[in-house]
């Protein structure tokens, strides 16, 4: 059986979910921070060490300003009430992506990843204002400043990610089969898993259904 150690997460079909219920988009975006809930919940449960959410990508800032407005509220509300509960369970949060938001947030933001620095149970990367290939981008001029030569390892070590191992699973609800510009160097050799459920509808029942899948998945990296 393959073991788990990273779990990534496009997480979407939010605005589609709340315009699908009658209500609106931003209703969805509420409703799916439950299911973010559920999912750390049971990836602490299965002792997987690392779980990346994609929560706002660089291209996500066309969206109407009132809704990427509430999107940062939610995430302002949800850190402000649940991370000394997520520091007390061991989890640490850690930021990929440029803080590129308002003074509160961005030391809301800061706060939470010393405040969780040291622990080791869980790491919850929270993908924001994250784009994959600003990323690459990035760590390749990282490299020249440091007159370093551009090889895979170096580029590995210069990413946003440099300190987690690459993803064994990519989920992306909403059923939509693309990558949108997350984790596209990361991903290499990552099973990936497109759900056709909205997000707010994913439960522990479909996240336990896809870690069952990939246990049972012959990875062959290249090999026979």
Known sequence: ???IKHVAIIMDGNGRWGIKKR???????????KSVEKIIKETLKKKIRFLTLYAFSTENWKRPKNEVNYL???????????????????????????????????????????????NKKLQINLALNYGSKSEIINAINNLKKKKLQINESNITRNLYTKNTPDPDILIRTGDRKRLSNFLLWQLAYSEIFFEKKLWPDFNEKDYNNILNKFKKTKRNFGKI
């Open 1 to 3: 059986m393959n073991p």
């Open 23 to 33: 209500k609106s988009r931003n209703f969805g975006h509420k409703q799916g921070l």
């Open 72 to 118: 940062f509220s939610l995430l302002d509300n949800f850190l402000s009430n649940k991370i000394k509960e997520l520091h007390s369970q061991k989890i640490k949060f850690v930021v990929l992506g440029k803080k590129k938001f308002n003074k509160k947030l961005n030391n809301l933001l800061n706060y939470s990843e010393k405040l969780t620095s040291n």
